[in-house]
């Protein structure tokens, strides 16, 4: 008999050791627009089986609620609500019974989630970059729990520091996420490295840092277009030092109806 090593891996996420390693997608598979050149590189890193459940179904449960607030006629989002409607049994043919059903659910979960926009005016929370082009009226809103957004930033990011440096973020350093207003705008005083990371017209990442502290990077990540994040690595009594520099949306208390929710594993680990 024969003993056979297994092989161990790190996940980047909660960081444990499995015995069974996935890879997950840095920027998520289904997120990918039509327009993704062949070419782009669709980069994976290793992941627990548990964390790459509860990721797949936080960008499951985004992807259907965001995939609306953007413009689907963009190259940067082609093809991609046409996907979300299949998902809930619109314009699918073939499909089994039970599948249909399946369908059906997810259709009326969503729709029992759409708010009248009117009452959402003058509360704060709108999210910037998604909504409707300007001059555009939407009867009908939905709401994103920011968290879960925060959640999918850093996870790109450590998906990033994983492929391009082997890095792990690990305590004393850790990740923070905000949402950004604008285009990149470089403080340039003090950056000497910037790289661009092209995953196509869906997901656009710049990441920056000084070479006297390497591992004090800056991310600015934009996807389809619209939803612009920028992303802070660095020790954990520094973020808490800048917080106050850095805007966080300001969230709406949810009204009287179900909204989406995020998995409490994710919200567990993370505390
Ligand atoms: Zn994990």
Redesign the pocket.
């Known amino acids: 008999m024969s003993q056979t090593a297994v092989a161990l891996a790190r996940?980047?996420?909660?960081?444990?050791e499995?015995d069974s390693p996935e890879l997950d997608h840095v920027f998520p598979k289904s997120w990918y627009p039509d327009t993704t050149p062949k070419t782009v590189q669709r980069w994976t890193a290793p992941?627990?089986p548990?964390?790459?459940r509860a990721f797949g179904q936080l960008e499951h449960d985004l992807f259907l609620r965001m995939i609306f607030c953007v413009d689907s006629k963009s190259d940067a989002a082609a093809g991609l609500a046409a996907k979300a409607l299949r998902t809930m049994g619109l314009d699918a043919e073939g499909l089994s019974d039970e599948e249909k059903r399946r369908r059906e659910a997810t259709l009326k979960k969503i729709r029992s989630e759409l708010v009248r926009t009117e009452e959402l005016e003058d509360k704060p929370g709108k999210i910037p970059g998604l909504g409707p082009p300007e001059g555009v009226e939407s009867p009908r809103s939905i709401l994103i729990p920011y968290a879960g957004l925060s959640l999918m930033a850093e996870k790109i990011v450590r998906g990033c520091e994983y492929r391009i440096n082997n890095r792990f973020v690990e305590p004393p350093y850790t990740v923070c996420t905000f949402i950004a207003n604008a285009e990149v705008v470089f403080p340039e005083a003090m950056v000497t490295g910037v790289k661009s990371i092209d995953f196509g017209p869906g997901c656009q990442i710049k990441r920056i840092f000084a070479a006297e502290t390497p591992k004090v990077v800056r991310y600015w990540i934009t996807i389809w277009g619209a939803l612009r994040f920028s992303v802070l690595i660095d020790l954990h009594e520094e973020l808490e030092k800048a917080k106050h520099l850095y805007k966080r949306p300001e969230g709406i208390e949810p009204p009287d109806k179900p909204t989406m929710r995020i998995r409490p594993y994710l919200r567990e680990?993370k505390d």
């Open positions: 996940c980047i996420h909660c960081l444990s499995t992941s627990c548990k964390c790459n680990y």
